[in-house]
């Protein structure tokens, strides 16, 4: 029998059935489970039970913090470490015998993981989706996701999907890959990123506002991956044209069209999210900061004139 790895797993879920069996399976070497639930109304917690999973449930209030958060500041851990794996993503066992190797490391308190992300059943290695770095394993005591002030946006779920990490002390990165496979059709990849696009909406605007971003990981060109990334979001977000050029960025110049169909369909469907984040971030220009709040239409002069009867 292969020995417990001395790392509690996080799993944030909501009604993630269809997932969860492959998930609960692929992190079965921990030592400790945690399943934090919202309430989910179909087998979620069932299936995480089955597993030997400690199922929690979570109550959003609407403010600060999140699924994530909240669960590194009350869960009873009983190791120094938390591994944190959404319900769609997988650990493979070489990447459990790397992770039971690299937290005998007393000099590191926090491991990057990349992933391979798997659509329409390929893995979508171009276009900027390989590497996928995040930080998902480090000592739970020195580690809590920042805070980009969106929770005030409705519709953007209970749940930190793309903040980073802020730890203290030494990170590394890992050589084996996590595997992202969602079981669910395209039907809930839509639906879950009209929710992320009202949240990129907000941090879109947050950017253009000059928001202070001090409590964030900050944005910094010759900084971590992570950091580059959110310099160049700051540009990104006052170029025109933007669905356009994700297209061309994720199909073209990073040569996203070697994944095939599957990498045409994923290249359509992020210009189709970048243009749902400009009509959002649109929206909240127009209504100072709030998705539509307008209660009554403005009406022109020719349908404001009395009418006149005969």
Not at 153 to 175: A, R, S
Not at 277 to 296: A, C, D
Request: hydrophobic share 35%; charged share 25%.
């Amino acid at each position: 029998m292969i020995a417990k790895v001395p790392v509690s797993v996080l799993i944030p879920a909501k009604n993630e059935e269809l997932n969860l069996p492959a998930c609960l399976e692929s992190v079965a070497r921990a030592d400790e489970i945690f399943m934090v639930d919202s309430q989910s109304s179909d087998r979620s917690t069932e299936i995480a039970q089955q597993y030997g999973a400690k199922v929690v449930q979570f109550e959003f209030n609407g403010r600060w913090p999140k699924k994530k958060n909240w669960s590194l500041d009350n869960l009873p851990f009983r190791n120094d470490w938390v591994l944190i794996v959404d319900c769609d993503e997988r650990i493979t066992p070489e990447l459990w015998d790397e992770i039971a190797e690299v937290i005998e490391d007393p000099s590191h308190n926090g491991y990057y993981l990349n992933r391979k992300v798997f659509f329409l059943g390929k893995w979508i290695r171009y276009g900027g989706k390989y590497p996928d770095w995040n930080l998902r394993l480090f000592r739970h005591k020195f580690g809590r996701y920042e805070n980009l002030h969106t929770e005030d946006i409705p519709n953007t779920g209970d749940n930190e999907v793309h903040e980073h990490v802020i730890l203290q002390g030494k990170v590394g990165y890992l050589k084996e890959d996590m595997l992202h496979i969602d079981f669910r059709d395209i039907y809930h990849w839509l639906d879950r990123h009209n929710r992320y696009s009202n949240w990129e909406a907000r941090v879109y605007y947050n950017i253009l506002m000059g928001d202070d971003d001090s409590n964030t990981i900050g944005s910094n060109l010759w900084g971590s991956m992570v950091q580059r990334k959110r310099f160049l979001k700051k540009i990104w977000v006052r170029l025109p044209f933007k669905p356009f050029l994700r297209f061309i960025l994720f199909y073209v110049i990073r040569l996203g069209f070697l994944d095939g169909r599957a990498g045409y369909i994923y290249g359509r469907l992020l210009s189709q999210y970048e243009y749902q984040i400009g009509v959002k971030l649109y929206e909240l220009r127009q209504f100072g900061g709030h998705l539509n709040v307008q209660t009554e239409p403005e009406l022109s002069s020719s349908t404001t004139q009395p009418l006149i009867s005969k």
